[in-house]
């Protein structure tokens, strides 16, 4: 299985402030189709999980521009470019190239 | 409008049984990869299986030979049944639908199953 492996586990920001999470997968996320299926989700406290990023950079609708993802091969990463208040949540990178589709651990943002 | 609406959960004792429904609309089940994935209290995301092609799935090592998804095409939905349920099985159970993006697009709301004696 491929084992997602997030940085840091907990993040403290600052309100306008930059924020970054790592995520590193143990192999790499290399579809058959040629497509690398990492994704990026967040939660709020109380709500179901929410789609932000998908195969690594692109947006999903309706997220923030001040979401943005990058990488390749093993080492991924989800910036935002100035924390808001309601960016508080846990965050999850997720691999979907390979069977069993596996999770991070979950980054937790707080203000 | 895509839509998952789970339902079923319940309190069961250890070694129980139980069934979960997926309700869909805006898509159908039979043509798209619909996931299950819980959340143990207070813990992360575990993905358990994907049913995609109207048929085919794909079980994660924790659940496979315990847990069966199905579907019922003229109600659009998906079941999850859950047999030899374990105290470690307690956790918000969601559906979740993934289309070309290779991701989680929509989520439903979840539906609490707890195992306990």
């Known amino acids: 299985d491929i084992v997602m492996t997030q940085t840091p586990l907990s993040s403290p920001v600052t309100l306008g402030q930059p924020a970054s999470i790592s995520c590193k997968s143990s192999q790499r996320l290399v579809h058959d189709s040629g497509n690398t299926y990492l994704s990026w989700l967040q939660q709020r406290p109380g709500q179901p999980p929410r789609l932000l990023i998908y195969?690594?950079?692109n947006r999903f609708s309706g997220v923030p521009d001040r979401f943005s993802g990058s990488g390749a091969g093993t080492d991924f990463t989800l910036r935002i470019s100035r924390v808001e208040a309601e960016d508080v949540g846990v965050y999850y990178c997720m691999q979907s190239a390979q069977f069993p589709w596996t999770f991070g651990q979950g980054t937790k943002v707080e203000i | 409008e895509v839509q998952l609406v789970e339902s079923g959960g319940d309190l069961i004792q250890p070694g129980g049984s139980l069934r979960l429904s997926c309700a869909a609309s805006g898509f159908s089940v039979s043509n798209t990869y619909v996931s299950w994935v819980r959340q143990a209290p207070r813990k992360g995301l575990e993905w358990l299986l994907v049913?995609?092609?109207?048929?085919?799935?794909f079980y994660a090592d924790s659940v496979k030979g315990r847990f069966t998804v199905s579907s019922d095409t003229s109600k659009n939905t998906l079941y999850l049944q859950m047999n030899n349920l374990r105290a470690e099985d307690t956790a918000l159970y969601y559906c979740?639908?993934?289309?070309?993006?290779?991701?989680?697009?929509?989520w439903g709301l979840g539906t609490l199953v707890t195992v306990s004696s």
């Open positions: 195969k690594i950079s």
């Open positions: 049913f995609f092609n109207g048929g085919s799935t």
């Open positions: 979740a639908l993934s289309t070309v993006t290779g991701a989680f697009d929509n």
